[in-house]
């Protein structure tokens, strides 16, 4: 069993910055594939980072270049750096977690564990 449990989410400017933290807990090692989810009401969640137990990462085409995801495998932490964040980033962010290497079913990425989500507002 594992347990993902977010933290990070605020209120924010757009243009500003904020980090999100997801502590794993449980049976995680590091041979783990993670993710950042996003969603907002009345639309499909959409993925926003992949990152591979190996650490390298992808990520949507809207984030590249502002968003960096890292992990730490000594304290099974998920990290999302969000910089110049712009006003489409107000969502609930979720983290989740996949034994494993990274794999896709059709075009979608699996995940089994997933947390509770932390909220991302932008002001203007």
């Known amino acids: 069993q594992v347990q993902l449990v977010e933290s990070g989410g605020d209120s924010v400017q757009a243009g500003g910055s904020l980090r999100l933290s997801c502590a794993a807990a449980?049976?995680?090692?590091?041979?783990?594939?993670m993710g950042w989810f996003r969603e907002v009401p009345g639309k499909e969640r959409e993925g926003v980072a992949i990152i591979d137990s190996g650490g390298i990462a992808s990520y949507r085409d809207s984030v590249k270049g502002r968003f960096t995801i890292s992990r730490d495998n000594v304290n099974n932490t998920l990290y999302l750096q969000m910089n110049n964040l712009k006003s489409e980033a107000a969502a609930m962010y979720y983290c989740?977690?996949?034994?494993?290497?990274?794999?896709?079913?059709?075009?979608?990425?699996?995940?089994?564990?997933w947390g509770q989500g932390t909220r991302v507002t932008i002001s203007s």
């Open positions: 449980g049976d995680i090692y590091s041979g783990y594939c």
């Open positions: 989740a977690a996949e034994k494993g290497a990274c794999r896709k079913e059709g075009s979608e990425y699996v995940f089994t564990y």
